[in-house]
């Protein structure tokens, strides 16, 4: 049985990985947290995903419960994400880490840590956006440096990260392919974390 802990547990993929580990067997939920001074925190976990109370409550401390799991799964922030890492380090626990926005300096030690134990980075976890970085690949390497490429994105206004990680994955590639340093040729319209877009 593999005990996971669910970080960011109130938000929108937090809730969503808690019913699909309550849908699936080999794998159990024994922690939640949420960011210090939620109004989530000592909320039942369960309850805020839709399947009904399970009675794992809310913390706002992983360390309080690190040591119970086997994995932590982390969609939350860059420095929140950080400050899991360190815990997961700490305890020689496996983490899966799906948040994006985060710096050059943040991913090197993301990159640097992910030595110490295991570690699934990713800024998007989905087969078919997985498919198309290997293309992304093999085109730029067929094109080679001959053609500008311009990556255009559009995201609800709730987004705060900018460009999406998804979007910085497929630059890097496409860079790397060819040979070029992505912080030299590089031009953003929008960048870092930037908060959410006002209504207009």
């Keep these: ?17 808690i019913n699909i580990i309550n849908e699936t067997e080999g794998i159990k939920l024994v922690g ?3 960011k210090r001074g939620s ?9 805020l ?8 409550s809310i913390l706002d401390d992983i360390t309080e419960i690190i040591k119970g ?3 932590i799964i982390d969609f939350t922030s860059p420095a929140s994400s950080l400050e899991h890492l360190y815990a997961a380090a700490e305890e020689k626990k496996a983490i899966v880490i799906g948040t994006t926005g985060f710096s050059d300096e943040h991913l090197k030690k993301i990159k640097d840590l992910s030595k110490e134990i295991r570690c699934v980075f990713s800024p998007n976890m989905s087969v078919g956006v ?3 970085f290997k293309v992304l690949r093999d085109m730029a390497k067929i094109l080679g440096d001959e053609y500008d490429i311009e990556i255009i994105e559009a995201h ?28 030299k040729v590089g031009v ?3 960048k870092g974390i930037i908060g959410e877009r006002k209504k207009e």
């Design 1 to 17: 049985m593999i005990k996971t802990i669910v970080t960011g547990a109130a938000g929108k993929m937090g809730c969503r990985i």
């Design 32 to 34: 939640a947290t949420e």
């Design 39 to 47: 109004k989530f925190v000592g909320k039942d976990s369960g309850e």
């Design 49 to 56: 995903a839709g399947i009904g109370k399970n009675n794992i």
């Design 69 to 71: 799991c086997n994995v």
């Design 130 to 132: 997985n498919v198309m």
């Design 156 to 183: 609800h206004r709730l987004k705060k990260d900018a460009p999406s990680g998804t979007a910085m994955r497929m630059a890097e590639i496409l860079a790397n392919s060819v040979n070029r340093d992505l912080s």
């Design 188 to 190: 953003y319209a929008r």
